[in-house]
């Protein structure tokens, strides 16, 4: 009998990769998807798995492995999708050897990202198949799936989660382990060197291998038909699915497993039968459109949003006129996300904000800076984008305009794509001030190691990239490591890099406070010696609060000791205790 145990989607996805035999992962940690690795990792003593430093390496790693004849995958988020498009389109042409998958986590909601791209429109355009399972059962199941037509039909795959399926839980039947004899490697320039001749002949290989996927797609048991009502017939896939069966028990539902080719035999033959036929998929329309094409009558986003998250309420009122929508209880307050108390960030965001210096923001804990009471980062695109929009600030407008501007990025995501950004600064003579936020993690995702931390994913002590020699050997002129809590040193570091004409580096150091586990001493605020000037207040602690009478306390359940309240104090109300 097989056991069945409650897993998250990630971690039913991980166990998946392991039952199909998969030898290489790579990834780079991005939510929704970075417990995939996490939960992979447990399983090290038969597969070899790694934190790259970005998403386009990982993607490499995973098309050399299977170029090896091994199972091999990578993982990522949506946006990280994008860093890695350059290898997954062109490798989309060369095929596979040993079986490759591509992960990737949707954020339909936008629970940590910075925008909903929808995966399913890339892929399509790279031509790359793609399987989308509703739970974490078929999770499971899906990914080993995806390894076996990949090896099939000679194609990479993607397997597209939402946060939804990711972060949810459902019972997953474990089976064990099975390692697929190693494909042999064979030289083949044709198939493998993608260079402009060779190129032309695999884009037909492509075209006819997805030809041969959509009319495979009509009898694969991924695609099926659940008859009911046929007066409502819905078409959907992954986590919707779940919305449609709650919300429209009786309709009849053609549940898709493979997204991309679609079914259209099975599609046809389903909308033929149902009196009105309906499109449920979250974020963009890539199915409704796809039906339109095929001329078949069908209601999609004219009922239902490109925007965000659906759910089974939302689907009840958009098609049976229920609202029911939950609101929230009157007068509970927001709550907006805020750094950690004891966070470095907050220290170096208070001396900047002091200096009214505008920041040039990147992705991490730190775009935070942009909210009140801090309000530093003006600007935040992507992974590494602070760094080259303050040099695109200064080539357009010159240094005088950015001398109230710096670039703040972590040292997570300078090591993942903000070194080529700051090599283009020092290459093309760019001037201004770069602060690499290091606090010794990657702290936005759950503090996972990466190249200057000297920790793998799997545990191993290594060799750390050591910054400041990386810097002086990319030709950065001026470089220093200050402690942000040192704020007469930060705020000289930045008035001295402000004033050098050149590229200027602040390595802004402090670990992220919550990788201690030793219980810090906390600070108590002495009432009688107050004297409400709020000075203490400015970086916006959650640890301190204001009582209605005007007194400053702080929480010493919060406070992690970090010490920048007392810094702040000029008149002694505040104390070092426990």
């Not at 290489?24 to 939510?31: E, F, N, R």
């Not at 929508?325 to 965001?349: D, F, M, V, W």
């Not at 009471?373 to 240094?399: F, N, Q, Y």
């Amino acid at each position: 009998m097989q056991e069945s145990v409650l897993m998250l989607g990630n971690a039913a996805i991980a166990r998946g990769a392991y039952e199909a035999g998969v030898k290489v992962a790579s990834a780079y940690p991005g939510t929704p998807s970075t417990e995939i690795s996490e939960c992979l990792v447990q399983y090290a003593q038969d597969l070899y798995c790694e934190w790259a430093p970005n998403e386009k390496v990982a993607a490499e790693v995973a098309i050399g492995a299977n170029l090896a004849g091994v199972r091999a995958m990578a993982c990522m988020k949506h946006v990280g999708f994008n860093v890695a498009a350059d290898p997954a389109y062109t490798v989309s042409y060369m095929g596979v050897n040993g079986g490759l998958l591509f992960v990737v986590a949707d954020d339909p909601g936008l629970y940590s990202s910075q925008n909903e791209q929808d995966t399913r429109m890339v892929a399509r355009a790279a031509k790359l198949p793609v399987l989308e399972p509703a739970d974490s059962r078929e999770a499971k199941e899906y990914t080993k799936m995806a390894f076996e037509l990949s090896v099939a039909y000679d194609r990479p795959f993607v397997l597209r989660t939402t946060t939804r399926l990711a972060h949810s839980q459902s019972f997953v039947a474990l089976e064990p382990r099975v390692v697929p004899e190693d494909r042999p490697y064979s030289r083949n320039p044709a198939k493998n060197v993608m260079m402009p001749g060779n190129a032309k002949g695999r884009h037909a290989a492509v075209e006819e291998r997805m030809r041969e996927l959509a009319a495979a797609a009509d009898t694969m048991p991924i695609n099926t038909v659940e008859w009911g009502d046929t007066k409502i017939g819905v078409i959907t896939a992954g986590i919707p699915y779940l919305y449609v069966k709650e919300a429209l028990p009786e309709a009849s539902v053609l549940k898709l497993g493979m997204v991309h080719p679609l079914p259209k035999g099975l599609i046809s033959e389903f909308a033929s039968k149902v009196e009105k036929l309906y499109i449920v998929e979250e974020l963009d329309p890539l199915i409704e459109e796809q039906v339109r094409s095929w001329g078949i009558s069908c209601i999609g986003k004219e009922a239902f949003t490109l925007l965000g998250e659906y759910s089974a309420n939302m689907l009840r009122e958009a098609l049976l006129g229920e609202k029911t929508q939950a609101k929230p209880a009157e007068g509970a307050p927001n709550r907006p996300p805020i750094l950690c108390p004891g966070c470095p960030h907050r220290s170096t965001y208070e001396v900047l904000r002091k200096l009214k210096i505008h920041a040039a923001g990147d992705i991490g804990c730190y775009t935070l800076g942009a909210v009140a009471p801090l309000g530093v980062v003006d600007t935040t695109v992507c992974m590494g984008s602070g760094i080259s929009s303050l040099h695109g600030m200064e080539k357009a407008k010159g240094r005088d305009y950015i001398k109230d501007w710096v670039a703040v990025i972590g040292d997570s995501t300078f090591l993942h794509t903000g070194i080529n950004s700051l090599l283009n600064m020092v290459y093309n003579q760019s001037t201004g001030t770069v602060l690499i936020l290091d606090n010794s993690t990657t702290g936005m995702t759950g503090h996972q190691d990466h190249a200057a931390t000297g920790k793998t994913l799997q545990g191993k002590t290594v060799p750390a990239v050591d910054l400041v020699e990386l810097l002086k050997g990319m030709g950065v002129p001026w470089v220093r490591v200050v402690d942000v809590f040192d704020h007469p040193a930060l705020s000289g570091a930045v008035k001295e890099a402000q004033d050098f004409e050149g590229v200027s580096v602040i390595i802004a150091q402090s670990p992220c406070v919550l990788l201690s586990k030793v219980k810090r001493p906390f600070y108590r605020f002495l009432p009688d010696k107050c004297k409400k000037c709020k000075a203490c207040l400015g970086p916006g602690c959650p640890a301190i609060t204001v009582g209605e009478d005007g007194v400053i306390t702080s929480d010493e359940t919060l406070c992690s000791g970090c010490g920048l309240c007392f810094g702040l104090c000029k008149f002694g109300a505040i104390e070092l205790a426990g």
